[in-house]
């Protein structure tokens, strides 16, 4: 397709890759080893701030060595051996500022835009989204002062908050606070990079399926697929980074669901059926990513039935269509978006489906590629909407797919 008819936003997406991590006094401090670690791997250009509580918890030597770059203190603020201001070289520089973990400390002094140590100083001559992920101590993180500061840094659309998880704290302590795991904090940086911090989903509430369907002979036998429901749980985090009220309904998966979303875990397509409907008359994008059985046992034991009484012929019977059910349901202003996974040719089988069942909008994509399809972190797939666009989207994670996504729906 000629690409003059793809919005040039679209064609020319930056890509950002330079994070300035800040790091708060607190026992959470080791978890950033893991994610500066992870980021390096993956080609991001990495610069630690720590404060000087943070090295009563972590050595600069340690974030240096991970990052492959000087991590910065206090001390090198206050020395004047840089042509300009560090903290003002460092603001400048970043296209991203995580500060993990937050402490209680510094959350006031941002909320309040105070500046006296070189991290709270770099945030004011800095302009880029600023990721946060607080940790501390229950009954702090409860106090009213702490909850009506995180309140307000946030109503500052630079700001990008990670709620804290419930578990047993370093002061033995079982409640609020803990920091967010590093692989969601990676996450989080990633959409951040795509979407260079934009909210563009603020007040849409967005419906997808994920993972693969069961349908059950017995207690312990079921008709199912290789689905691992990661390309949903990628929308789904991509959805909700953006801004986006998200609601996630998903077959047996071996993931967490991230902190603040809404999850209906389901096992049939019936049940998953169910749910998409009562949930569709609030939904304005409707992501229908699930690998859904095609087919059920006929008749279902609840017993489990011995091996020589296993049927010779299995009778069969289809499943909902759940897809286009929701086509027939789905009101005017909202967007129902499908995916075909093929093998071989596959855009004539999703012009197909794109047609048949009523869609806006169809991803192909290939599960016989190498690393892309059921299972993979990574994947591939054009684009196809009702309107004659088409792009093709190369080999990516299925967080920047996501993305992608996202980005081809909103244009």
Not at 305 to 314: A, C, V
Request: aromatic letters at 6%.
């Amino acid at each position: 397709m000629p690409s003059a008819l793809i919005p040039q936003s679209y064609i020319n997406h930056p890509k950002l890759n330079k994070v300035l991590i800040g790091v708060g006094g607190g026992i959470a401090a080791y978890k950033v080893c893991e994610i500066v670690s992870t980021l390096f791997k993956t080609g991001v250009e990495i610069r630690v701030i720590l404060t000087h509580s943070a090295q009563k918890f972590i050595t600069p030597l340690t974030l240096a060595t991970l990052s492959r770059h000087s991590a910065y203190t206090d001390d090198d603020f206050w020395q004047p051996i840089h042509s300009r201001p560090l903290h003002i070289e460092l603001g400048e520089w970043a296209d991203l500022l995580v500060i993990a973990p937050l402490t209680a400390n510094t959350l006031a002094k941002l909320t309040y835009g105070m500046a006296d140590n070189l991290l709270t100083n770099t945030v004011l001559a800095s302009t880029c989204p600023v990721l946060l992920a607080p940790a501390m101590n229950t009954d702090m993180w409860e106090q009213a002062a702490v909850q009506r500061n995180w309140r307000q840094l946030l109503t500052d659309n630079r700001y990008h908050g990670l709620g804290t998880a419930s578990g047993l704290l370093a002061c033995d302590r079982i409640g609020a606070g803990r920091m967010a795991e590093p692989p969601e904090i990676v996450t989080y940086i990633q959409s951040l990079l795509h979407t260079c911090g934009k909210r563009d989903l603020i007040g849409k509430r967005v419906l997808i399926s994920a993972g693969g369907t069961q349908e059950y002979l017995d207690p312990v036998r079921y008709i199912g697929n290789p689905s691992t429901g990661k390309m949903g749980l990628a929308l789904a985090q991509a959805a909700w980074h953006r801004g986006a009220n998200v609601t996630l309904v998903h077959g047996p998966a071996n993931w967490d669901v991230p902190l603040g979303m809404q999850a209906v875990p389901v096992v049939t397509a019936e049940e998953m059926q169910q749910v998409m409907q009562s949930n569709l008359p609030h939904a304005d994008i409707i992501v229908m990513s699930a690998a859904v059985a095609d087919v059920k046992p006929r008749y279902y034991s609840t017993e489990k039935l011995p091996k020589r009484s296993l049927p010779q012929t299995l009778p069969l019977e289809p499943v909902p269509d759940i897809i286009a059910q929701l086509a027939k349901l789905k009101q005017p202003h909202q967007r129902l978006i499908g995916f075909a996974a093929q093998t071989g040719d596959i855009i004539t089988p999703a012009k197909e489906k794109l047609q048949n069942k009523n869609l806006d909008i169809i991803v192909a994509n290939p599960i016989d590629k190498p690393d892309s399809g059921f299972g993979s972190d990574n994947n591939q797939a054009i684009f196809l909407d009702k309107q004659g666009r088409q792009i093709e989207i190369a080999p990516c994670s299925k967080l920047d797919m996501a993305h992608h996504l996202f980005d081809f729906v909103l244009f």
